[in-house]
């Protein structure tokens, strides 16, 4: 049996039962790798929605030169 998760939505801001969801972001980052995961909790009453702001750490050399470090992912 799975354990029922107690926990703060990310939509509403209550702490009820939680389940938890992630979005994909075509960005290489260093704290996931080639695709940037944003998670999202969000409770029964809530409709998990892709997030318009997130934060990633990045190297300064895929900024200087993003094509050839790779930040970018290419989408199909």
Sequence with gaps: MGDIQVGHC?????IDQISTTFFSFPIACECCGPTHHHRVDFCNNCTPVMPTEVNITIKVNKLLDPIHEGLFKKVR
């Design 10 to 14: 990310d939509m509403c801001g209550t």
